[in-house]
């Protein structure tokens, strides 16, 4: 079938106009396009975090890794996302995992989640990737008094069946941590993250597999995949790649020919984000939002937002049912509607950059790590927006499959990836939700 997403969702020769683009302090080193016919051991699609890590993961162990990117590295996601290095990567609550898991199996895929942010740190001191820019923790705001009980809840249900150190800020002890905004009732402060600048470590990550031995094409998009006896051979645009395994790590940006196995599993969707220009310390205060902590509000179509190192506040958000360059205008007005709304002092204030792009759901609403073909082709798909310390792990965790050093994964992450019911639909499924859940989140 066609592609869910207007064409310009997969422009990959189309920059991105983000301000990581603008701020980054690694260059983009542009390895060459993949040219003729070459083979590998194993072929990686996406030079996103999965794939990258993947690929050094497979380097490091002398696994000879080839990774082919559509675009440039970190023109998917992974280099245009918010920088959220946090838990995440499920849209089920964990009241809900533990329910359908059992708790030893739930409590396994949370400490995975927190490997996973460890995991990140670690790779970019190990490899000099200066990209962290911001302190540790968490804050999801209550943007309506309905929405206190619920997160109360939370913090209770997390300290005493998760075992996270998270509690909750009442509404009147917001302005003492600069987290006041005009519809905040409280917060949920979580102990587990950190924000990153997602370009600057994308490309850390790039540079690192390349020092290891990976080789990196990009602006090579595979239009096509057949099978040569054992092998598997990849087609793109100026050759192919022929390869004893594959691994698919392009979660928002895969597309349903790349291989039947995927076709009709994912549902991308857009995600949108406007960056103001650097706010003052006397501006922020007036406001009441000083905290360079990462934050969301508790909306199912949520807002996120932080800080910036240098002032700048980013300011997020679901939603959108069109990605053709036509609906953008649209749809940077709305951001900036909402972002005057929930901070009026800012309100007017002048937003430099505007960019977008997609994340992928399951119909479970869990993420996922499989195997297809006989346990030759490999995913970890399904990020939900919180890929970049799971992306990142399970990138690594793929490669330890590979290399004969699997490890022991919970059940949430390990569930065959389920089709959508009637597929075709996805787009209807999508308009309902956003319909319904923009009631919803009134209260």
Same mark, same amino acid.
């Given at each position: ?21 603008a ?36 380097a ?84 309506h ?7 109360v ?24 941590r ?68 594959v ?10 020919r ?14 949108n ?12 205060? !007036?406001? =009441?939002?000083? %905290? &360079?902590?990462? @934050? /969301?509000?508790?909306? #199912?179509?949520?807002?996120?937002? *932080?800080? $910036? ?7 997020? !958000?679901? =939603?959108?049912? %069109? &990605?053709?360059? @036509? /609906?953008?205008?649209? #749809?940077?007005?709305?951001?900036? *509607?909402? $972002? ?19 994340t ?9 790590l499989?195997?297809?073909?006989g ?11 919180g ?57």
């Amino acid at each position: 079938m066609s592609d869910l997403h207007h064409p310009a969702a997969h422009a990959y020769d189309r920059p991105v106009a983000s301000l990581w683009a603008a701020s980054a302090r690694l260059a983009d080193q542009a390895p060459p396009a993949l040219e003729g016919d070459q083979a590998t051991e194993v072929a990686i699609i996406g030079g996103g975090v999965t794939g990258l890590n993947a690929a050094l993961t497979l380097a490091r162990a002398g696994i000879a890794a080839h990774v082919v990117e559509a675009g440039a590295i970190g023109w998917g996601a992974s280099g245009r996302n918010g920088g959220f290095c946090c838990l995440g990567s499920a849209k089920l609550s964990w009241p809900a995992i533990i329910r359908r898991f059992g708790r030893a199996e739930g409590l396994a895929f949370l400490d995975l989640q927190r490997q996973a942010i460890a995991y990140v740190r670690a790779l970019c001191a190990d490899h000099g990737i200066d990209c962290i820019q911001g302190p540790p923790g968490e804050a999801i705001i209550a943007h309506h008094r309905a929405a206190v009980p619920r997160l109360v809840a939370e913090a209770r249900f997390h300290t005493q069946v998760l075992g996270l150190a998270s509690r909750w800020l009442p509404r009147e002890a917001l302005a003492e941590r600069g987290l006041v905004t005009a519809q905040a009732q409280g917060a949920l402060l979580l102990p587990e993250g950190f924000p990153l600048q997602p370009l600057d470590y994308v490309r850390g990550l790039a540079a690192a597999a390349g020092r290891a031995g990976a080789t990196i094409s990009s602006g090579s998009p595979v239009t096509g995949w057949r099978r040569d006896g054992a092998r598997h051979r990849l087609v793109t645009g100026r050759g192919s790649l022929s390869a004893a395994r594959v691994v698919v790590a392009t979660a928002g940006y895969t597309r349903d020919r790349l291989h039947p196995g995927l076709a009709g599993r994912l549902l991308p969707v857009l995600s949108n984000i406007v960056a103001t220009r650097p706010l003052t310390p006397a501006e922020q205060a !007036a406001q =009441g939002w000083t %905290s &360079a902590t990462m @934050a /969301a509000d508790s909306r #199912t179509l949520l807002h996120y937002f *932080r800080l $910036l190192p240098d002032g700048r506040l980013l300011f997020g !958000a679901r =939603g959108g049912l %069109s &990605a053709a360059p @036509a /609906a953008e205008p649209i #749809t940077r007005a709305r951001l900036e *509607r909402d $972002l005057a709304r929930m901070f009026p002092a800012w309100a007017g204030v002048e937003t430099s950059h505007f960019w977008r792009g997609l994340t992928d759901l399951s119909a479970d609403r869990l993420p996922h790590l499989g195997t297809l073909e006989g346990g030759t082709v490999h995913y970890a798909l399904a990020w939900h927006g919180g890929g970049v310390a799971m992306g990142s792990l399970c990138g690594a965790v793929i490669a330890e499959q590979i290399a004969g050093r699997g490890r022991s994964l919970p059940q949430p992450l390990t569930r065959p990836l389920p089709a959508f019911p009637l597929p075709v639909l996805r787009p209807l499924y999508l308009a309902l939700a956003y319909g319904i859940f923009g009631l919803t989140d009134s209260f």
